[in-house]
């Protein structure tokens, strides 16, 4: 059985033009929308995005239409440094919008050209544009602020039936030239019969912690309600496939550190062991650097991020992320929950 993923890294690099129009188009956003909770900017973002350089539009609309490379890179974007600031401590209490305002709005602009972007209730706070740096106090955690420990590869929200399809990281800097790894499927490594089981609902995927009380913060009731669903997950363990979509070329739910195989599920073991394998063996280094921005398709690749040392002195890499849907009506009925509104 072929598989149908090509595993090249595909990008495209802007010309000073292009990254020059880039960088005025968003400036003049963020000085015409005060924040992200403005309503008209999310009703916008389409007529926006259509003002960016034609060749990056083109290029992305290819690799959403095309369906086939797990993962892409736009390059050479103007970010810039001294606006920026310092890489912060945490991003809890940060003013928002923040001076790197202009770089999430860069960032929401490419989300609206692969579909809406969105923010979980029950991560950081809800904001649709998420902080990934280095925290002290995450240094061994299994989280993107993590940096002493592996960052093991996985589907972002992979637990969760709403998860994005796409993920975008830009990358504000990365002195270090810090890794992040990435993964795709190679099917013809696996049995017909592995496949077949990889396919059933045998395997439990815990929710991450980024998504606990613990790293949120909780001030009323209502907030509290939020994480009920994500707690219901961790105690009723539902099970559910870790391959989906086209039996010849199919999409992965992948996230090791966090999933199990029932302890009597031996065939179960078996196969989830052997797609490990396959994926572990494949996976390979994409450095972000400063002014670029990773694209991730959440069915095709996996990713993750090599350990390092931070410095902690507000020069350690710095990405913002933000998830994307490409059909934001299916998670109607959660986003009228208060339990699970998703935000966004």
């Given amino acids: 059985m072929s598989n149908l993923t090509d595993q090249s890294t595909r990008s495209y690099t802007l010309t000073s033009d292009e990254a020059a129009a880039t960088a005025a188009l968003t400036r003049e956003l963020a000085a015409t929308y005060p924040s992200f909770g403005d309503p008209g900017l999310l009703r916008d973002l389409p007529r926006l995005a259509a003002r960016l350089p034609l060749g990056v539009q083109h290029f992305l609309r290819d690799f959403k ?5 797990g993962h892409v890179v736009v390059r ?3 970010f810039d440094q001294q606006r920026i600031g310092p890489t912060p401590e945490h991003w809890r209490g940060r003013r ?11 960032l929401m602009l490419y989300s609206a050209v692969l579909g809406e972007p969105f923010g979980w209730a029950t991560q950081q706070d809800g904001h649709l544009v998420h902080d990934i740096f280095p925290i002290r106090q995450h240094e061994n955690d299994q989280l993107g ?3 002493k420990e592996l960052l093991t590869w996985h589907t972002e929200d992979a637990f969760h039936p709403y998860r994005s399809d796409y993920l975008i990281l830009g990358a504000l800097r990365n002195p270090d030239h810090v890794p992040t ?7 013809s490594s696996l049995s017909d019969e592995d496949i077949d089981i990889l396919f059933e609902s045998r395997f439990y995927i815990a929710p991450d912690e980024s998504h606990l009380p613990k790293n949120n913060t909780i001030t009323s009731e209502e907030e509290a ?9 961790i105690d009723e363990r539902p099970l559910g496939p870790l391959l989906y979509g086209s039996r010849q070329d199919p999409y992965m739910r992948l996230d090791p550190y966090f999933t199990s195989v029932p302890e009597d599920d031996a065939d179960a073991r078996r196969a989830y062991d052997a797609l490990f394998k396959v994926v572990d063996a494949g996976m390979r280094e994409v450095v972000a650097d400063q002014g670029d ?3 991730i398709d959440n069915h095709r690749a996996v990713h993750g991020r090599l350990p390092f040392q931070a410095r902690y002195d507000g020069t350690d890499r710095w990405l913002k992320r933000v998830c994307v849907t490409a059909d934001l009506r299916r998670s109607r009925p959660m986003r009228a929950s208060a339990e699970t509104r998703l935000l966004g």
Avoid at 65 to 69: E, K
């Fill in 225 to 233: 309600a939020r994480f009920a669903t994500i707690q219901r997950m």
């Fill in 96 to 106: 928002r919008p923040g001076p790197e305002f202009p770089e999430e709005l860069l």
């Fill in 76 to 78: 050479g974007h103007e």
């Fill in 293 to 295: 921005v990773l694209f």
């Fill in 65 to 69: 239409l095309g369906d086939r490379h």
């Fill in 181 to 187: 790894t990435i993964g795709e499927l190679d099917l």
């Fill in 145 to 147: 602020m993590g940096s």
